[in-house]
């Protein structure tokens, strides 16, 4: 099996005094694959994508994407993946365009290739007739649009998506997840969270449930639904990690 | 290069796009200077040209209280208002108000008869000195003190402008006791009064002073209030950008920007060289449409034209360096700040102290010296001196070397301090 992304023996704590988020960590995530990371507030989902995004360094442990090290071949390993953050990460003042300019400069396209992607990317996710109007006067929905195409601007053939669709409304939600389903087909990987089960359902093809720095479940989303039939992933979801509050 | 390029482009359509922000940064300044230098000028003015309305309540009237009022009229920087003895305190502080007087002076009674026992007094030690005797000298005449002259002033008169007026009324006592001394010994001597003639001779024989301002260049250029104001604001408009500049850093970090582009094959320092370009850009900017207005608006509204200095070369250095001193502090400023109106508070606060220390707003020859060394942290003061060499003294780019070499340092300890805390907080 041909991974796309391998964790080994992670150990990661923001300081000195602070407590331990991660403990001798593992993670195998295959190549093609939709894979789903759930878990609740505080279950390190955000942490654990900073840490395969590089966005923070581990204090230990290895961390492979495309079968390259992201310590030693940086570099390169960012060339390969794309970063769809939870809130919109770009600069509201500018236009689409402008943004999608900028972002895949820094991604490392030349002048022609981003203007050929941002056709296209524009054209798909429905953004065409406003691509050079300011995105601070966008919907909630455009903007999301808009932080996605960045995302993949540069065709990675992994991308991480941390909650995409959180503040969007069902149309641009669907649309997302169908455009999600298309790139997929293409190659690229998907390492998605969030907190809708009901999308996961849809879009993932395998699910790991984590709570706390640890995986739970980890396993095909067919399977874990055959194996818990009542409930869905929710139930389960409820089932693993309780139902109290996750307030921290 | 076309990564730099992109960086460039989108922080300038932001800044281009940010109207509030270009306001601060262009239209506030051009206020601020061609207020500031109004001010200035018409108090220069009012100094050089106007006279200033002094009352007068003589309760002596004697000669010697007369012949005070007479110098203190000569001295032409007073418009002596009539004189009115019969004035009590209260009534002469009532008056003033009424008329509008900052200042007031009382001549006490038996003014005239104190100066002259004290002038019979020194003129008869005098000529007991030169082993002469006084033919009719009343030397022996007991002498007191003279009764002080009281000056009433308005609270509002600002101390050095009082201490100039205080400077011009000693002045007129010592013409009208030296006058007094002179007529004493005359009188012992040759036992007749001294000619009119003769005595404004002898006392009104003071040399001219010449001022010359002592250039570099060998340059007699009277350097006015253009001159010192507009440099002095352009290098506060330029550290002024700390407002925009710290935000735009606030709003990349808080928006999550800074994270996006630390996951893409790029080193995050490119970005802030981008930005420093940029507002570099933006000070230099300033400093053209600042000093344009020196030439060319400030002639047509009655103020003097600015002299560009004759070295372009160290005009452009220091204008540069003093740019990318400025772009230094905001850049740390916009790091160290966790929101947007830490930023502008702190930003905006900091500039204007970092003014007043640095001699922008109280020129630094009048600061105690507790200050004088705190002047020195102040970028800004080592901005003006670097100014004020080229605009003032004259100077060359060799001259304001030991003005830039500071800022050098400070622009330095600036971006790595910056780099450092960016590093802590993981986001290069």
Known sequence: MSLALHIQHLHFRYAENTGVIFDDFNLEIAKGERFGLLGPNGAGKTTLINLMTGVLKADKGKIDLMGKDIRTDEKEVKRMFGFVPQFYSFYQELSPVENLEFFGAWAGLNKQEIKQRTDELLEVLGLTSVRDKAVSKFSGGMKGRVNLAIGVIHKPSLLFLDEPTTGVDVQTRHAIVEYLKELNKTGTTLVYTSHLMSEAENLCTKVALMDAGKLIVHNDLNALLTSHPQGGLEGLFLKLTGKSYRDS | MFKLWTAILKDARILIRDKAGLAVMFAMPVLLVVVIASIQNSTFQLVNDNKIPLLICNRDGGEGSQQLVVALRKIGMFDVLPEDSTLNDKQLGAAMQKKDVMVAVVIPNGFSQAVQHKAQSVAGKALDELGIEAAKSDSSKATGEVPPVTMFYNPVLQESFRYSVQGALQSAQQFTENREVLQALYQALNN???????????????????????????????PNTTQHNVPAWTIFAMFFIVVSLSTNVVKEKLSGSFVRLKTLPTNYTLVLLAKQITYIGVTLAQVVVIFSLGIFLFPLIGLPRLNLPSDWIGLIVVSLVCGWCAVSYGIIVGVFAKTMEQAIGFGAVSVVILAAIGGIIVPAFAMPESLRLLMKISPLHWCLEAYYTLFLEGGHLKDVLYSLLPLVIIILALQIISLIRLKRQHLI
């Open chain 2, 192 to 222: 007749a009064k001294l000619s009119d003639s003769l005595e404004q001779s002898i006392l009104n024989n003071r040399s001219a002073i010449r001022q010359i301002p002592v250039a570099r260049n060998g340059s007699i250029v009277i």
